[in-house]
């Protein structure tokens, strides 16, 4: 059975509730799932939506049509989207195979609402990999002198595979702010991240030197500031003196998958709504 | 400022979101927080709206009516309530202090959205306790052939200080099924297992023996099946071996605080739905 | 750089740790790593000790011999393994893919201490899989009437490949008390639910009819009393009544990769030590 | 049972477990738990040593003597400690009192092995709370050119109560260097931590504009750096958009009490090696 999701945020004021699922009654749809939040930080109203399609009485292209008229009255912002629209997907990775291969088994076990179209490296020792699954990989070197070049050819592949969303699974390069900003909350990343947090190189080495109890991993949609972004996902773990630094690597390479895939699969479902520098994750 | 919050539970049919919202909307309310929810198992629709009763265009006994209306017209149970009515609180206890006394810290913190008025114990140790923070202490002792007649004096004490809930703070007598019945899904007990497992006595005790890595602590509604009731809270902390018996129950201690206190607060500001032996719980 | 890890267990009396590490310190032995723990429940006596191997007077098979002879004085039980020995392990399974394949993954990343040698299925869904990493797959049909047949080849291929360690990742089918006996703390199976809660079929939608907060996943070794056998590990993760059975068996899959690749790990760095009928793990 | 615990820090060589553990076992003494841990970081050996002190040879000025011989001949630092010497507390507070409750809580329930001899507060709102339990509460105001003064009375009763360990249980006053050192590895510290770190004022209400999934505390031996020092334990928990400002400062102060409990815990059981700017805890 296939449903429409709506997203919304705009200035709260009465009858956004009522505007909104008299809509869905009005045409017969039934909704399924309602989550609304009206936040104390702007005051604004965010709301997703979920009914089903199943004898709604406008198509899809008249369903954009009446809320664009609903959304102009009320200077909403809005994303609508049914989930029977397979979203594609592009891997970015560099050599780490952790973040990519734990992508491509969840794909493989239907996990993803979404489909990995093409996998884009720097480097290609994940080439055999990628090709045991029957996934297209294109190697594009990059150096430090023909990035552009590289974006360039980068941008060619996403717009040849259609992609909605580009993933960085431990892709080591630094995007251009150009690329971001024409990607904006579409690139998923996932970085490491510590209390108290360390800047720069090793962060597992300065965090074993610092004695720190506890790891974790950020999941964040990418913008121009660097390891910066509103977080969609963020998950821990405990490590003690008896953790070396190869373990701490090693369970951070755990949580890395898990939190990426969770903020992945979160943002497939249009869960997630990016409002300035932080996000409502309607989970 | 005052909220109103309802809770809605009726088999699913279009139109009902819109119904209730528009509802809202009509008489001026604006809703600031909706969680609705379609559950897989039985096809039925829950929701919690909660809207600003400033400048509502009904009065108090005015929403319950036309509530009660649109509730016969869909066949809908509800419960409607307003934040500024402090719940009226019973502590039951025994000689266990710890719930009891963390419950009484969070109130002098201001957690607690409700009062405890009251603390009955069929034991008088913690009489001192309650009395340094001014609480009314009752002692019921309680002996096997007069569980009747200590009954008809706690209730009578609920009674007397016009009691809504009753938490079992670690309460080691059995209560009546015509108790339990009275007070159906207004007891909170907080059970010292991870439940559904080591049910019944010295579950530590249990947990040692069989080597368990992980335990925890559930609270639940009474009813008149021991251990059983609608789950409301569960938490966990890792043990291990070297964890005697007296550390998995000081562990133990500090779970059950947390998961007590937070089942109570979900409960105080009706987040939650009780539904056959389970319950919906709008966080 | 090698070294030699000996686990004991025995009635507690003085001098045993002064015994254990004096004899590594006569020989030239230093030693890395020492727990040691004295159980409440029994009693009894419990270390892990772990030293260099490189310098150490006595060759392997000597060292085997010296410690049988203390062994004999103390009535010692005790395991002697040198970390360049690499486990050889025989992976089990179904139809279902994660655990595996997540095993593969973790060997592809050189994180299990051990090499998988071969999977043995009762179907052949996932063949395509271990060749494209290269691992020998035999499939071996099971039918109700025909399980020794099936177990015998099983032992067969076993014997064939010198297999140390066998994985049960979600292998479906009950293996006969004579197998589990004599592979006894050599079989690893992964539970998926919180045990001793929800033992038995569709653990999961157990959880969901119930209501539970919190699902987990248990490693243990496997003995001939189904969903027994010591505990090695478990984790858990919160679920709420938004999660679909469908949900919950996703979550779970996590929880069951993450417990059994940790269990094996702790296995095969001889860190598990069995005891009745759970475990002591030098974590 | 009065039991030895010995703590020994010192660079490795073979030998060390071994001289050691026969030092007890020559005495007589029989070892309930040793752990020992070679650090790669600095490639230094590190124990902790527990055993029975009943029946043992040496008496306690005895056994320090002995230690001292082994010490200096192998260049050990090492801490004694007899378990039946309870260890006296200064709380230093202001005017949040959930940490301090907590800790009078948890002494109440005999949880802490030592004792809350006085609370020192630069406010006096948590004097009757104090008195309930008997505890005496000496108020020392500090204003910002008397700090110097402050310091000194305050030395004065630490030393009137003749205080071994000083718990800052949410102290919002900044300690002088001098006072710090003369306090080293005994004064704990309690403060909230978060994914990315927030330095200055009002950590929570940046939390939730950075829209942060995880919030922490993290406790910690108090140096001359003001929030840094050596980390005892740290421990996190969830929020979401859901979460306003206040929903996190409540969380929060959960997590402070926990971790600062904790790490108070282990200090006083001489778990806690401190160790440049990290710890080594023997959990």
């Given at each position: 059975?296939?449903?429409?999701?709506?997203?919304?945020?705009?200035?709260?004021?009465?009858?956004?509730?009522?505007?909104?699922?008299?809509?869905?009654?009005?045409?017969?749809?039934?909704?399924?799932?309602?989550d609304q939040h009206t936040e104390e930080l702007d005051g604004r109203f965010y709301m997703r939506l979920v009914w089903e399609l199943d004898g709604f009485a406008l198509g899809r292209d008249e369903i954009a049509d009446a809320l664009?008229?609903?959304?102009?009255?009320?200077?909403?912002?809005?994303?609508?989207?049914?989930?029977?629209?397979?979203?594609?997907?592009?891997?970015?990775?560099?050599?780490?195979?952790?973040c990519v291969h734990d992508l491509i088994m969840r794909q493989e076990m239907g996990e993803l609402s979404g489909r990995i179209q093409v996998i884009i490296s720097n480097h290609d020792n994940l080439k055999s990999l990628a090709e045991?699954?029957?996934?297209?990989?294109?190697?594009?070197?990059?150096?430090?002198?023909?990035?552009?070049?590289?974006?360039?050819?980068?941008?060619?592949?996403?717009?040849?595979?259609?992609?909605?969303?580009?993933?960085?699974?431990?892709?080591?390069?630094?995007?251009?702010?150009?690329?971001?900003?024409?990607?904006?909350?579409?690139?998923?990343?996932?970085?490491?991240?510590?209390?108290?947090?360390?800047?720069?190189?090793?962060?597992?080495?300065?965090?074993?030197?610092?004695?720190?109890?506890?790891?974790?991993?950020?999941?964040?949609?990418?913008?121009?500031?660097?390891?910066?972004?509103?977080?969609?996902?963020?998950?821990?773990?405990?490590?003690?003196?008896?953790?070396?630094?190869?373990?701490?690597?090693?369970?951070?390479?755990?949580?890395?998958?898990?939190?990426?895939?969770?903020?992945?699969?979160?943002?497939?479902?249009?869960?997630?709504?990016?409002?300035?520098?932080?996000?409502?994750?309607?989970?």
């Amino acid at each position: 059975m296939t449903h429409a999701i709506l997203l919304v945020n705009c200035e709260d004021r009465t009858g956004l509730v009522a505007t909104l699922s008299q809509f869905v009654h009005e045409h017969g749809g039934n909704i399924i799932d309602a989550d609304q939040h009206t936040e104390e930080l702007d005051g604004r109203f965010y709301m997703r939506l979920v009914w089903e399609l199943d004898g709604f009485a406008l198509g899809r292209d008249e369903i954009a049509d009446a809320l664009n008229a609903i959304a102009d009255k009320y200077q909403m912002e809005h994303q609508l989207m049914f989930d029977d629209q397979e979203e594609r997907i592009a891997v970015f990775c560099s050599k780490a195979s952790h973040c990519v291969h734990d992508l491509i088994m969840r794909q493989e076990m239907g996990e993803l609402s979404g489909r990995i179209q093409v996998i884009i490296s720097n480097h290609d020792n994940l080439k055999s990999l990628a090709e045991s699954f029957s996934i297209p990989y294109v190697h594009i070197p990059v150096t430090a002198d023909d990035k552009a070049s590289a974006e360039a050819k980068q941008q060619a592949v996403l717009e040849e595979y259609k992609i909605d969303t580009v993933v960085l699974a431990r892709y080591m390069q630094i995007l251009s702010a150009e690329f971001v900003e024409r990607w904006q909350h579409h690139i998923i990343n996932i970085h490491h991240s510590f209390l108290p947090a360390f800047a720069g190189a090793r962060p597992y080495h300065q965090a074993k030197e610092r004695g720190v109890k506890i790891i974790g991993a950020t999941a964040h949609y990418v913008t121009s500031a660097l390891d910066e972004g509103p977080i969609i996902e963020q998950n821990v773990c405990r490590v003690s003196h008896r953790d070396t630094v190869d373990d701490m690597i090693r369970k951070g390479r755990d949580l890395e998958r898990q939190v990426l895939a969770h903020a992945l699969r979160m943002h497939l479902q249009k869960r997630v709504l990016p409002i300035s520098n932080r996000t409502i994750v309607f989970a």
